[in-house]
């Protein structure tokens, strides 16, 4: 080391910053490694999968990938933020607290990065655990299922096929609903029919059916609707049979897309119901 290197500490510098970069990569490739895995373990097991869509319900603004990632190191996890965003909430990490490493996104010269990053569940802090589920109405729930949706609706007492349910007819663009409903089915096969509306332009199929079905899943689980009676055991081929993690998480993709935008509705519809609630009485 020169004289002047030595009195600027350059090498010391570089050093640090090549083994910083050297184990973000490492990070990276473990990170993306544990999302191939999980995506594989999520494709052939019913149970997983289930796990898997209730985590993404959860956090319903994390990638497919980051999803994966909380399923294999903390799938019971509610609340997730770094250390950081804790501290400045007030709250401590516990001793040994359990870390899950995520990638976080970020854009430089217009491209976008995926940069390892440490994130704790609330259970890893101090915080105190609090019931995070608003209870709604279900006129509540159904006015913001049907927010936003451009689809015309028609209150029938029962379908074509003689059944009582929801069904979106794809050749007239209409939202057939049964009156009177039991609360269940009414927000399980209305749910169902959000997703299919959403996939509209997609071809009738088999794995489009699932697909609306996992969807009303979410919806359910989110909201605190029951959802006991959802079986996920038997996974239809055109996943069970795929072998390429990057294939599976491909299609969990479509079906966090489209639950967010069934879910975006929703919240956008509590938002504007909250402030208006929340408008102040104008004085007399």
């Known amino acids: ?10 090498n010391e510098k570089t050093n640090n910053q090549n083994n ?17 895995t999980m995506a594989s373990e999520v ?18 603004k994390y990638s497919v990938g980051n999803c994966l990632v909380i399923l294999a190191k903390a799938p019971t996890a509610t609340q997730i933020k770094d250390k950081k965003s804790w501290q400045e909430k007030g709250f401590e990490l516990v001793d ?6 995520i990638l976080e996104p970020s854009k430089a010269n217009d491209k976008v990065y995926y940069n390892p990053k440490c994130v704790y569940d609330i259970t890893e802090t101090n915080a105190p655990i609090k019931e995070n589920a608003i209870k709604y109405s279900d006129r509540k729930l159904l006015e913001a299922l049907l927010h936003n949706c451009d689809v015309p609706r028609k209150a029938v007492d029962t379908l074509e096929d003689g059944s009582i349910g929801s069904e979106y007819n794809r050749d007239n663009n209409t939202l ?12 399980k096969t209305l749910s169902q029919e959000m997703g299919n509306i959403e996939m509209k332009g997609e071809v009738d199929s088999d794995i489009k059916s699932f697909k609306s079905y996992c969807i009303s899943y979410m919806i359910c689980k989110k909201y605190g609707i029951d ?6 055991s038997k996974l239809p081929q055109e996943i069970s049979e795929l072998r390429e993690p990057k ?9 966090k897309n489209t639950f967010e935008k069934v879910n975006t509705r929703m919240t956008d519809y509590f938002e504007i119901s909250n402030k208006e609630k929340n408008k102040t009485v104008p004085e007399r």
Do not use: H, P
Request: proline share 0%.
């Open 176 to 187: 057939y609903v049964c009156k009177g409903m039991e609360r269940e089915v009414l927000f």
């Open 43 to 60: 494709g052939n097991n019913g149970i997983k999968f289930k796990e898997y869509l209730n985590i993404q319900s959860r956090f319903s």
């Open 1 to 10: 080391m020169s004289e002047i290197d030595e009195i600027l500490g350059t």
């Open 96 to 101: 040994n607290a359990n870390e899950i490493k």
């Open 247 to 255: 294939a599976i998480r491909a299609e969990l993709e479509t079906i």
């Open 227 to 232: 959802v006991s009676n959802f079986n996920f």
């Open 20 to 36: 910083w970069k050297e184990q973000q990569n490492k990070d990276r490739q473990e990170i993306y490694k544990l999302m191939d």
